[in-house]
């Protein structure tokens, strides 16, 4: 039995890794799902092709989520495919490991625009969407966010900030019955974290010891989680950060 029919979900950032991974559960949940992408259309159309093979709804829409403007467009083109919102996923996000000595004024406002501000606007549009019976908010945050590995100080900044973002507006966005939940997934392997080149080293082989299940996770690992704070079953779950880790603390 499918948990989410009838749903209309935005996932953002979801046209590769944990996004795809997501927007491709909700879609075999039977959501109809908009794919947010910034720039790789073509990964975005290969996502929204995969729901619909399987008999779902999806269409992917283009939008730098840290632009006010794009993510207007966002969800006036997710009403107009499917006419009203349910569920927001906040998964747009990058990351880069730098020394405290090598972190840029250009970096530091790239990734605070993109995973904060970004998440914060995405709301801030989509309750004008969500109807009289609310809905769910997902922030995909990290481990990160408490456990930060070193040369993370401005990805592990922007991943606490995001909890903080989840409470605050879990308490805020309550009595609207509309529920603020994170998902902090752990070492997951990704493209963006291969092309950085995270599990070939050194620093990839301890997360990997501290990890108790023994692998690096993976999208599919993430999304069920995800699946759950979306559906009715997480109707009385709001304001927590729920850690998909294998274990990673």
Same mark, same amino acid.
């Given at each position: ?41 073509? @990964? ?27 993510? %207007? ?6 009403? %107009?495919? #499917? ?13 880069? #490991? ?10 530091? /406002? ?19 969407? #969500? ?7 997902? =922030? ?6 408490? =456990? ?31 529920? !603020?939940?994170? !998902? ?29 299940? *023994? %692998? #690096? @996770? ?16 997480? /109707? ?9 880790? *294998?274990?990673?603390?």
């Amino acid at each position: 039995m499918q948990t989410l029919t009838g749903k209309v979900a935005v996932v953002t950032g979801a046209s590769k890794g944990i996004g795809a991974g997501i927007a491709r559960a909700l879609g075999a949940e039977g959501a109809a799902v908009v794919v947010n992408y910034a720039s790789d259309q073509e @990964g975005a159309d290969r996502v929204v092709r995969a729901i619909v093979a399987e008999g779902g709804r999806a269409v992917a829409v283009q939008g730098d989520v840290a632009k006010i403007e794009d993510i %207007r467009r966002l969800f006036a083109e997710t009403k %107009r495919a #499917f006419g009203g919102l349910d569920v927001l996923v906040n998964n747009a996000g990058v990351f880069r #490991f730098d020394s405290i000595e090598e972190v840029t004024e250009q970096e530091f /406002h790239r990734e605070f625009n993109i995973n904060v501000l970004g998440s914060i606007l995405a709301i801030q549009e989509g309750l004008k969407y #969500f109807g009289p019976a609310g809905g769910s908010i997902i =922030n995909v945050s990290s481990v990160a966010s408490t =456990n930060p590995a070193p040369q993370s100080v401005v990805y592990s900044s922007t991943k606490a900030a995001l909890d903080s973002v989840t409470r605050v507006l879990a308490a805020e966005l309550g009595p609207r019955q509309i529920r !603020v939940n994170s !998902v902090n997934p752990g070492a997951t392997e990704t493209e963006g974290a291969n092309d950085l080149g995270v599990f070939g080293t050194e620093f990839g082989q301890r997360l990997l010891s501290d990890t108790p299940l *023994g %692998r #690096f @996770g993976q999208p599919r690992d993430i999304a069920p989680a995800v699946v759950f704070l979306a559906s009715d079953a997480a /109707h009385w779950v709001t304001g927590e950060s729920i850690r998909v880790s *294998g274990g990673l603390n």
